[in-house]
Nanobody
């Protein structure tokens, strides 16, 4: 059974930084594309960033491009999201997800495994 566990969320002031981690167990992490999504109450889950199986291709939402960086360590079965220059509108529950194709995609429906989420709150 594949399990994803996010960590690293918390409260930070606007302009600050946070790093999220997502450790994956129970599957072949190195073959999976990974994505980060976020959701606020009453809104649909929103794409943040994705990375393909090798880490050679990344994709970002326009709203986070230049501020967030996704990376992975296949030796540690972990994907990361470094968030800099945070804004109050980045406040959300952040989820990591794993696909089967290895491509890393912006569409939530491409992902079959999801973590439980971690809260990120950015104060103004």
């Amino acid at each position: 059974q594949v399990r994803l566990v996010e960590s690293g969320g918390g409260l930070v002031q606007a302009g600050g930084s946070l790093g999220l981690s997502c450790e994956v167990s129970g599957g072949t992490f190195s073959s999976r594309g990974m994505g980060w999504f976020r959701q606020t109450p009453g809104k649909e889950r929103e794409f943040v960033a994705a990375i393909n199986w090798s880490g050679g291709r990344t994709n970002y939402a326009d709203s986070v491009k230049g501020r967030f960086t996704i990376s992975r360590d296949n030796g540690k079965d972990t994907v990361y999201l470094q968030m800099n220059s945070l804004k109050p509108e980045d406040t959300a529950v952040y989820y990591c997800a794993a696909d089967l194709s290895g491509l890393g995609d912006y569409r939530p429906r491409s992902y079959v495994y999801w973590g439980q989420g971690t809260q990120v709150t950015v104060s103004s």
